[in-house]
């Protein structure tokens, strides 16, 4: 049970960035920037806080950042035609500098505020995990019936209530399975008992399940999914892919601001070398799980299942007793290979290359 839990919580900040770089990924695009951006609005925040500001104003001044950075980078790429690869990269190398003013030249600030530092390090109670279990069954039945009326309204195919029933009841019990596991006793010290589900664990459900929903069933999903798989056909469609593109990098620089604050709430402080290695690490778990870098194709949640794969592996070569270079080299191979079966399958499909 340690262990699960640990790997929830050291893999929540991976999944965060990873799915952030789903939105540009699923143009095509890049933002090498992702996690320095992040880090310098967590350079603010913390920054505000210590001179006296209240750290709710503080902590919106850090996310606006992340929101005028994206807007920033997606106005070069879509409206000056500057590569993201190019632009997101001048800012991976900027952004630290500016974190290194904020920061004065300690280069380091510690985190003194008690309710983010609780986000990464603190639990629900045990009935709060059983709560969230209840919340997110519900929620899933909700969405499947609502779905289901909507195809039916018109005249679409449905699929069997079996499949409806047993969709829910396999949530239930894989989720139930988890919250039972997580509700048990971790400590290694029986007068300071540890148990209950991770408060970070149901951030990261919303943050899926809110992004999920963005892309699957609203307009501009459907539209980032269009521009990234023809941006020419979709132009010609009526869509807007220059405002699309934008919208992308500035949803994508926000949630990396999320993914800086999980990292600063860990190791309760924030320093001027944060960010500049996750980004590479997020990009490898979106590929590892099925997000493609030609564009087009891809979920939420398959970042978040490549940030595991990789933790995992990070984690259970360490706990084998392997040395770490061995655990980059299997991240290495795993991307690689992810990559190549990307590559195959869009040269096999109806629109891909040819030989």
Known sequence: EINIANLFVQSAVLMVTAMALVFVLLLAEIDLSAGVTGATGMALFVKLTYDGWDWPLALALGFLVGVVTGWVIGIFVAKIGVPSFVISLAFFLGLPGVMLIILDTGGILRLEVEPIKAIMNSNLP??????????????????????????????????????????????????????????????????????????????????????????????????????????EAARRAGINVAQIRIYAFVIASSLATIGGLLHVSRIGAVEATAGRTIVLSAVAAAVVGGVSLFGGKGKLLNAAIGAVVISIIDNGLGLLGFPAGVSFIVTGAVLALAATVDALARRRSPGGMKV
């Open 126 to 231: 045990v009935w709060g995990g059983w709560a969230l279990l209840g919340l997110a069954v519900l929620t899933t039945l909700g969405l499947a019936l609502w779905d289901r009326s909507r195809r039916v309204q018109a005249g679409l195919p449905v699929r069997s209530w079996v499949f409806l029933i047993a969709k829910v009841l396999s949530f239930l019990v894989i989720g139930g399975g988890a919250v039972f596991i997580l509700n048990q006793p971790r400590s290694l010290v029986a007068a300071n008992p540890i148990q209950g589900v991770p408060i970070v664990v149901p951030i990261v459900l919303i943050l899926i399940f809110v992004g999920t929903f963005v892309l699957s069933r609203t307009t501009f999903g459907r539209y980032i999914y269009a521009v990234g798989g023809n941006p």
